[in-house]
């Protein structure tokens, strides 16, 4: 019995530790997912083909493409495009980690 109760708290602690948030920070107005986030800092965590993104209260999510990168990157990054007057965010490269989010 106790070998069960600890195996359960073992596979629960261990799904809860790879939650991993990551933070980014928007230095001016950028959308993401058809909806706009001000500048400001914001957490984010990968969830199978999609990037939540939340600042306070608010929830954004988006589709992306994960591709991997020969090395970590330095530093979290963000690519925007330029569309009718507003920045879009187009991907995100993970600081310590070699993963690029490529948004959809």
Not at 15 to 41: M, N, R, Y
Not at 46 to 72: C, M, N, P
Request: proline share 1%.
């Amino acid at each position: 019995m106790k070998k069960a109760l600890l195996f359960t708290c073992l596979l629960a602690g261990m799904a809860f530790a790879s939650t991993k948030w990551f933070t980014v920070t928007l230095f001016e107005p950028a959308t993401i997912g058809g909806t706009e986030l001000k500048a400001g800092d914001y957490k984010f965590e990968l969830q199978d083909q999609k990037i939540v993104i939340k600042h306070g209260r608010e929830t954004t999510e988006a589709a992306v493409k994960v591709e991997t990168g020969d090395s970590k990157y330095a530093s979290t990054t963000v690519r925007y495009a330029n569309a009718d007057g507003k920045n879009k965010i187009e991907e995100i490269s993970v600081g310590g980690t070699n993963l690029k989010l490529v948004l959809n």
